[in-house]
């Protein structure tokens, strides 16, 4: 049972534009959303985090909305830029000693110069 | 100075062998974590350790045992290894488990043959 899932594996973007990444889950105890970035060869990196109290979280050119009752996020890149090319991932948790992550299966974006 | 470092990077064995995968950080986190990326690249978590505590173990076979020295380190060793263990392994720290936001390892790509 895939909990959180992320629907587009693939997305090509041009530099400068806007990349828009999307995620939806279905159980509703999730109260915190993470996207990580993940280039080939090396471990996630975290990128921008939102609570479920929020629906915007804004840091630098990336933003997450949250939109609780669609049980969807996306990040927003503007604009994109080639080094951005890399494989994303949303990750949804439920807040407590436990710190686990239930990740999506990933979508990669591909910037064009 | 890498913040979770994991060694080895690449590890081949044969079937029936046992093997260790050491990871360390030096984030000063409580919480560490192992997960699996498996060959449908999704990334699920194995084991979460609390202040050297075992917190959660995700239904993974009995062959697969982690250990935690001290804080700062969580080590996998898996025990006679099958061929559908090949997947890579991140080794991820957050300050508590309270705060979801993980960083990860570099991964340790385990092929079994």
């Known amino acids: 049972d895939q909990q959180v899932k992320q629907n587009s594996p693939s997305l090509s973007v041009q530099e400068g534009r806007i990349s828009i990444l999307n995620c939806d889950y279905t159980n509703s105890m999730f109260d915190y959303f993470l996207w990580y970035k993940k280039y080939p060869a090396e471990g996630p990196t975290f990128l921008i985090s939102?609570?479920?109290?929020?629906d915007k979280n804004e840091d630098g050119r990336f933003t997450v909305f949250l939109n609780k009752s669609a049980k969807h996020l996306s990040l927003h890149i503007v604009p994109s830029q080639p080094g951005d090319s890399a494989v994303y991932f949303c990750a949804a948790s439920v807040i407590s000693n436990t710190g686990k992550l239930i990740f999506g299966q990933g979508t990669t974006l591909q910037v064009k110069p | 100075d890498t913040a979770v470092s994991q060694t080895p990077k690449y590890l081949v064995t044969q079937m029936g062998n046992d093997k260790s995968i050491k990871c360390e950080q030096n984030l000063g986190h409580d919480t560490m974590y192992w997960y699996k990326q498996d060959s449908k690249k999704f990334l699920k978590i194995m084991f979460s350790y609390n202040n050297k505590e075992l917190i959660i173990n995700e239904t993974v076979p009995n062959r697969f045992s982690p250990k935690s020295p001290d804080k700062a380190h969580l080590n996998l060793h898996i025990n006679s290894l099958e061929l559908g263990d090949s997947a890579v392994y991140f080794c991820a720290s957050s300050q508590d488990g309270l705060i979801p936001e993980a960083f990860f390892g570099q991964g340790t790509r385990l092929t079994v043959v």
């Open positions: 939102i609570s479920s109290i929020k």
